[in-house]
């Protein structure tokens, strides 16, 4: 049974299509110009950070336009799937959920990455300590034009174009072939796998799946992406500017820091159960109406 017009678009298109254009295309971009700047270094490190930013922004175009190519006689259907406007009363729900995802994914960060440093430490500092900033400044400029580029990347094109993959087109797709938990698992998984923090990145998936199926619309989760990166841009934004500056955090810098990780565990865990107990539970009839193309009685609303 079809769920809307995107479960007739092939995974193995979307997929193949993710990994072509950020792995191979935008990868091979990225890697062109930070060989051409090591080796003739033509570039201050500020104007090197402003090409870095368009490259990863041009990620998200290419994708869309892929994306719509291959769905490109169910336009009007999918444009339906954008007009399902939530009411305002269900605007501050929304908005609640992104700032619970924010408070558990310190906590989850912790959570996967305290353990694993005392195991195998050069991974944790490589992979996820010295992770790249999306904003960059210093003594000779700001690079307005640089940290404009990366916050609409990350904040406008990154959710919208991220749910339309995963919450849109492999959720349903997979639903339609393997059932709706599994379609959960995998396509939040390939989600977290994408991501730094990969613990709270999958939990972040799970929810916007369950949001996806309640809402029977994309608009509510691209409006928890949105303000998710929104808050987490801002955070990241007076962290350079009044604390930790841009030097790298150290493995003792993460071990000093651990409350955090336990005021996300303690907290936010805690605020993503009630919220997952208000609008999701009980889950089977949730999974059984998406299973069957159908609604809950109250799948309209959130609120």
């Given at each position: ?11 193995t ?35 090197f ?34 007009l ?11 908005l ?45 400029g ?12 990350a ?52 929810f ?18 949105f ?23 150290t493995?003792?810098?993460?071990y ?25 539970l ?9 299973q ?12």
């Amino acid at each position: 049974m079809r769920f809307n017009p995107v479960d007739e678009v092939p995974s193995t298109w979307v997929v193949g299509s993710f990994f072509f254009v950020l792995y191979f295309l935008i990868g091979s971009i990225y890697a062109f110009v930070q060989q051409v700047q090591e080796n003739q270094n033509l570039f201050t490190t500020g104007g090197f950070f402003t090409i870095e930013s368009f490259v990863f922004a041009m990620t998200y175009p290419i994708l869309a336009g892929l994306l719509w190519w291959m769905s490109f006689k169910h336009r009007e259907e999918i444009a339906e799937l954008l007009l399902n406007v939530p009411a305002p009363a269900e605007i501050p729900q929304y908005l609640w959920l992104a700032v619970g995802m924010i408070i558990s994914s310190m906590g989850l960060a912790y959570l996967m990455y305290y353990p694993l440093s005392f195991v195998a430490p050069d991974l944790v500092q490589k992979w996820f300590l010295e992770s790249p900033p999306l904003l960059y400044w210093d003594e000779q400029g700001y690079y307005w034009l640089g940290n404009f580029v990366a916050v609409v990347a990350a904040v406008i094109f990154a959710p919208m174009v991220e749910e339309f993959i995963f919450r849109g087109y492999l959720l349903n797709r997979w639903t339609l072939k393997l059932g709706p938990l599994p379609a959960i698992l995998l396509s939040s998984g390939l989600f977290a796998f994408l991501h730094v923090d990969m613990l709270g990145a999958f939990v972040f998936g799970v929810f916007l799946c369950l949001l996806s199926m309640k809402t029977r619309s994309l608009v509510g989760p691209i409006i928890v992406h949105f303000a998710n990166n929104l808050i987490a841009v801002s955070i990241e934004w007076m962290d350079h500017l009044w604390w930790s500056g841009f030097a790298p955090m150290t493995m003792q810098d993460f071990y000093d820091q651990a409350a955090w990780g336990v005021f996300g565990l303690v907290v936010g865990l805690p605020w993503l159960w009630w919220y997952a107990r208000k609008h999701f539970l009980p889950l089977a009839p949730l999974l059984l109406a998406h299973q069957n193309g159908g609604q809950t009685p109250d799948s309209q609303a959130i609120g």
